[in-house]
Each structure stands twice: as structure tokens, then as C-alpha cells.
């Protein structure tokens, strides 16, 4: 009995901290999708809003004059033969435009070759060895998945996961 007694007020002041840490990590409002609006309402619970996606590459980095790797392939060619080459290693040579450091476990960099459009000309990838910079050129070596689903609202189309990045060149 005195037991309880003691860990009511533990129990209740833990559940206070827990409520205002989560409301105040939240500070900045996801406009509700149309379609989760319906699901949030006929549940008790209100439905947390999707994580925002990944900022796009914000560098300028000079695309020029990257050589396609000797039996590789393009950023372009990654997405047009997507399907082929799921599962399967590829070789591709191109200059980082972006990089995050250790995000569940892994480095993540974005790589361009200068080929593709808008949606297949910016190749994600990530890796356990060292992050290189931004301007970079790299070689890359990793197997192509398809329809990755992190969670949080982290989905990607196409990525190499788990690359050997060999850095070639500096953006410096």
C-alpha cells in the first residue's frame, strides 16, 4: 500500500514531463491532408501528421566533365532501368550535392552525374563508411532498391543502400 502511494505522484509528475516535452517539440504545425482528415476523426487517438520529406539539394556543384564509370551506370540510367537492376550492385561516378550524417545508423548523400530530369537526376544513397563533402566526386559501388519505406514519411522510388563510397576528386 505504501508503495503505491509513493509512485502515484512519481508516476503522475513523469507523465506531466513526457506531455509537455512532446507538445513542445512540436512547434511548428503540418497542414492536415485531405485524406487523413476523415481517419483522424473517427479515431479516439489524433493521427500524428506525416514527417516533412528531405529538404532537395540545395548546392550549386559544377556537373561538368563526370565521366560514366567504366561498366557503370548513370544517374539516368539508375531510374530508366530501375526495375532491372533491383537487388542488383551498381557502379555509378558522380559529384555529392548533399549530405546527412548518421541518420539511423547511416550517411546519406545525394549524387548527380549531370544526366536525367527534374525526379531522376538526383540518385540517394546511403552508406556506413565515411560521409564525403559536398562537391565531391565519388565512386560508388551498392545494390538498387526500390520502394523503400523508412517510415516518418521517408519513401524513396529508387536508392542505392549501403554503398562503398571511394572519393575520387574534392570539390575544393
Given at each position: ?29 503540418q ?20 514527417h ?27 531510374f ?5 537492376l533491383?537487388g ?35 540518385l ?15 565512386l ?33
Amino acid at each position: 500500500m505504501r508503495r503505491t502511494t509513493v509512485l502515484k505522484p512519481i508516476t503522475a509528475g513523469l507523465l506531466a514531463v513526457a506531455v509537455a516535452l512532446s507538445v513542445s517539440g512540436c512547434s511548428k504545425e503540418q497542414p492536415a491532408t485531405p485524406a487523413a482528415a476523415p481517419a483522424a476523426a473517427a479515431s479516439s487517438t489524433p493521427a500524428m501528421p506525416p514527417h516533412p520529406a528531405l529538404e532537395a539539394p540545395t548546392a550549386t556543384v559544377d556537373l561538368a566533365g563526370i565521366a560514366k564509370a567504366a561498366g557503370g551506370k548513370t544517374v539516368a540510367e539508375v531510374f530508366a532501368e530501375k526495375e532491372q537492376l533491383a537487388g542488383k550492385p551498381v557502379i555509378l561516378r558522380g559529384k555529392v550535392v548533399k549530405t546527412n550524417a548518421n541518420i539511423m545508423g547511416k550517411n546519406w548523400l545525394h549524387v548527380r552525374d549531370g544526366s536525367g530530369a527534374e525526379g531522376t537526376n538526383d540518385l540517394t544513397v546511403t552508406t556506413t563508411g565515411t560521409l564525403p563533402n559536398v562537391g565531391d566526386t565519388v565512386l560508388l559501388t551498392g545494390p538498387v532498391v526500390l520502394d523503400k519505406d523508412f517510415g516518418m514519411g521517408y519513401q524513396y522510388d529508387v536508392l542505392v543502400e549501403d554503398a562503398l563510397v571511394k572519393v575520387e576528386g574534392t570539390g575544393d
